[in-house]
C-alpha cells in the first residue's frame, strides 16, 4: 500500500454485522498497517469486538448509529429508512465528505449501490456503477463486470463498462494499457448478442488510448 488509506466500514452490513466484519478488518490491518478505519454502526456491538483487537482500536474511530440497512431491504426502502441515518449511508457520505478515501460494506448489495450512486453520484458519461470482481486466469488475474448492478446493456453501456474495468485494471496490476474482452458465446466475431458485436465494433473504432 503506496500510503495511508482511510478506510468507511459499514460495520453493522452483512449477515452477523460487527462480529465478522470488525475481525476481517483486524485481518486487513495485519496485513496493510497504515490503514485507519472510520467505524459506523452501533457502539456498543463494535466496542465489544474492538476490545479483542487491539492494534485495530488504536487506529480506529467509531461513529455511532443504530440505524442498519437489512440484508432483505429493497434498495428503495433503504433509501427511505436509511438514507442519511444508516451506517450503509454515513460511511459512503464519509467518502464525500473527503473524510475518508474507500466505503467498504459486506451489507446488502442493492442498498449499497442505489445509496452511492445517490450520494456519490457517477462520473461524467457513466449511466450506472458496475460490480466489479478480480479472477485468475492461466495469465493472471483480470478485471470482470458487471457481475450484478444491472442485468443487461447496449452497446454503449458496455463501452463504458470496459473504460471502467480498464480503470481499475490500470490501478490495481499498474498496467499502462489493459487488454480488454467481451464476453460471448464464442471467438467468432460473428457470434453473440447484436450488442456485443456493436459494442465491439465501437471500441476498435474509438480507439481508446488508455485502453487495448
Known sequence: ???KVRIALDAMGGDVGASVVIPGAAIFLTRHPDAEFLLFGDRAAIEAQLGQ???????????HTNVAVSMHDKPSQALRRGRKTSSMWLAIDSVKK????VAVSAGNTGALMAMARFCLRTLPGVDSPAIAAVWPTMRGDSVVLDLGATIGGDAR???????????M???LF????????????GVEE??????????????????L???E
Open 209 to 211: 488510448p488508455q485502453l
Open 53 to 63: 483487537h487491539a492494534g485495530l482500536k488504536k487506529v480506529a474511530r467509531i461513529i
Open 98 to 101: 473527503g473524510e475518508a478515501d
Open 169 to 171: 485494471a490500470s490501478v
Open 157 to 167: 453501456h458496455l463501452v463504458t463498462l470496459a473504460v471502467l474495468g480498464s480503470a
Open 1 to 3: 500500500m503506496p500510503q
Open 174 to 185: 499498474n498496467l499502462e494499457r489493459p487488454t480488454v474482452g467481451l464476453l460471448n458465446i
Open 190 to 207: 460473428i457470434k453473440g448478442r447484436e450488442e456485443i458485436r456493436e459494442a465491439a465494433e465501437l471500441l476498435r473504432a474509438m480507439n
